[in-house]
């Protein structure tokens, strides 16, 4: 997502063109965090940004007492009302890893066979949701309500997470890279 941003062009033609984080943040990196990605988005674009201040993930107790805030209902309803959305598909082992999960969330995820990770949600290789981390943000059932839903992946590890995930059918946009592409067209039928 951090290149996406990097490579972002003005939007000539686009007119009150917001953007907004689909979620938290992970805890990592500035430049890798999604409001810093988001910014740098909307300032390529010529656009405008509101920001999603939550950690990402979150305990039960602390999800309730801030979905409950009045900013953050509106950044929600911001999010929700999407027209587009761009998110990456990562390795589940991987991501699980960036959010600090517990011994016995990497248990779980290994032992159900988690292949990828978008929104916080865990795919095993048939694409079926193995395990939900609670997050502020962007649902899986929200992307049924926008008109655009654009996937990014790339390198050929990312290729069994991308299959994975597109067993959904919730995006109907994919870029990647050509070494995805290859392992993909390889031993997939999904990009024929």
């Given amino acids: 997502m951090t290149a996406v941003a990097e490579m972002m062009t003005p939007l000539e033609n686009a007119q009150n063109c917001m953007f907004v984080p689909a979620r938290g943040g992970l805890g990592e990196r ?33 999800y309730q007492s801030i ?36 011994q016995e969330v990497l248990d779980t995820i290994s032992s159900r066979k988690a292949v990828s990770e978008a929104f916080g949600y865990y795919f095993n290789e048939e694409g079926d949701v193995v395990y939900k981390v609670r997050t502020v943000g962007l649902q899986l059932e929200d992307l049924a309500k926008t008109n655009c839903v654009i996937a990014i992946a790339g390198g050929e590890s990312k290729a069994d997470a991308i299959q994975s995930y597109f067993k959904q059918g919730k995006s109907n946009v994919l870029i990647t890279d050509e070494a995805a592409a290859h392992r993909l067209l390889g031993e997939s039928s999904l990009l024929k």
């Fill in 30 to 62: 500035v430049e890798n965090q999604a409001n810093s990605i988001c910014a740098e988005m909307a300032k390529k674009a010529n656009g405008k940004y509101r920001l999603l201040y939550v950690p990402d993930p979150i305990g039960e107790e602390s």
């Fill in 67 to 102: 979905i409950a805030e009045p900013s953050i209902i509106e950044i929600m309803e911001l999010i929700k009302a999407s027209d587009v959305v761009i998110h990456g598909i990562g390795d589940a082992w991987t991501m699980a890893k960036r959010r600090k999960a517990s």
